[in-house]
């Protein structure tokens, strides 16, 4: 059994298949981003522990990362028993742990400059968690050159516009 490193305080380390999902959780997650986790734990180690829930005994946060352990060869977890005010901020904890992270926007070309740096063959660039044709759309999307076949226009074409509702007509044509 590889070891598996832990990097984040948590209270106790428990096996994955001894812990539960909460039946409520909305968030899914694909065998692919599962099977990409689980490299990346592999290689990383644990940074974040599992929330428990005190009060339901449910996972209220990091239902991957336990996934992921249960594809991994050393399958403990780590985890962060807590306590909730009510059943209602539980559920709060458990929509907005995966939400907050979908509303933030990515700077697409400080993307593209930090992944072109790490991009040396050192680095599996899996363990950034995009994979080959992600890095490669990503990397082409500022570089896309229009076909051969594309064909120019001189900008000063005269160009006539009718209004299709009450025939009103004018030129486009530029001077």
């Not at 990097?7 to 997650?29: G, V």
């Not at 065998?31 to 290689?43: F, H, T």
């Not at 780590?78 to 904890?93: D, I, K, L, R, Y």
Request: proline content about 5%; overall charge negative; glycine content about 4%.
């Amino acid at each position: 059994m590889s070891e598996i490193k832990y990097h984040c305080k948590h209270d106790e380390l428990i096996e994955a298949n001894e812990l539960i999902s909460n039946p409520r959780n909305p968030n899914k997650h694909s065998s692919a981003q599962i099977e990409l986790l689980a490299k990346i734990m592999a290689q990383q180690g644990w940074r974040n522990p599992v929330v428990v829930s005190n009060e339901s005994g449910f996972i209220v946060s990091g239902h991957g990362r336990v996934q992921a352990a249960l594809i991994m060869e050393d399958s403990r977890v780590p985890v962060s028993f807590q306590s909730f005010e009510s059943p209602a901020m539980e559920n709060a904890h458990l929509l907005s742990d995966n939400r907050l992270s979908e509303l933030s926007e990515i700077d697409n070309t400080a993307l593209k400059d930090l992944l072109s740096q790490m991009d040396t063959g050192e680095l599996d660039m899996d363990l950034t968690g995009y994979d080959k044709l992600a890095l490669e759309n990503l990397m082409t999307q500022f570089h896309v050159e229009p076909p051969e076949e594309f064909q120019s226009f001189d900008e000063t074409i005269k160009t006539d516009y009718k209004c299709p509702k009450c025939g009103f007509t004018w030129s486009g044509e530029t001077s």
